[in-house]
Structure formats: structure tokens, C-alpha cells
């Protein structure tokens, strides 16, 4: 499974943008696929969870009612919507899929995790 990470860019505080995360030629049918970021000399930390067969979702607390995660399995991707965006939320944003974590879970199987986009850029000006 190959996953690209895209829609990343330069925006200020309070914009929007929407990051998407595709698998061309797979399927997600059993797995769950999570957000995660990661900001300049710190560790990566969890954003957002979805279970792709029941749509069920998770968030961490620094994001929940900023950001939403969906898919769309007619295209085989999944998207993090990001609303009111603030500087902290500067970071490299990678997507990460497995067939065994829960979204509840997956925050803490980053290790394990076998299935990683390549990062995509999110920049908040002040």
C-alpha cells in the first residue's frame, strides 16, 4: 500500500485547508486510517482517526470541532478538513493506515504502524 499525502500550503491564522491522503490501487475496506503531524524538534503526535468500513472517528483534543476526517471510497481517499487554523498547528502532516489499530488505538501504535505517506507541509502564519 502506497499512500500520497497532498494539499498542504502557506495559509494565515483563522484559513482553511483540506490535506488528502490516497492509496491508488488498494483498498481500506478493513483498516484505520489516522493523521498524524509533526512539528520542528518535536515528536510525531496523533490528529485524527477514522475507521474506514464504519466512518467512526476520533480526534485528539487540539484539533476536535477545528478538524474533520472523512473518505470517500469511491476515490479511495481520505481527507482531514482543517478549519480556524492556528500557528501552532504548524507541522509536517503525514497519513498512516493498519489493518489491526483501532481509532482509539492507533495514536499509540506509531511504531508499528506499517503503512506511511510521505509528509506534506502545513504552514500558519500569525
Known amino acids: 500500500v502506497q499512500l500520497q499525502a497532498s494539499g498542504g500550503g502557506l495559509v494565515q491564522a483563522g484559513d482553511s485547508l483540506r490535506l488528502s491522503c490516497a492509496a491508488p490501487g488498494s483498498t481500506f475496506s478493513t483498516y484505520t486510517m489516522g493523521w498524524f503531524r509533526q512539528a520542528p524538534g518535536k515528536e510525531r503526535e496523533f490528529v485524527a482517526a477514522?475507521?474506514?468500513?464504519?466512518?467512526?472517528?476520533y480526534y485528539a483534543d487540539s484539533v476536535k470541532g477545528r478538524f474533520t476526517i472523512s473518505r470517500d471510497s469511491a476515490k479511495n481517499t481520505v481527507y482531514l478538513q482543517m478549519n480556524s487554523l492556528k500557528p501552532e498547528d504548524t507541522a509536517v502532516y503525514y497519513c498512516a493506515a493498519d489493518g489491526s489499530s483501532t481509532i482509539a488505538t492507533i495514536r499509540w501504535d506509531v511504531p508499528r504502524l506499517p503503512y506511511w505517506g510521505k509528509g506534506t507541509q502545513v504552514t500558519v502564519s500569525s
Open positions: 477514522i475507521r474506514w468500513s464504519a466512518g467512526s472517528t
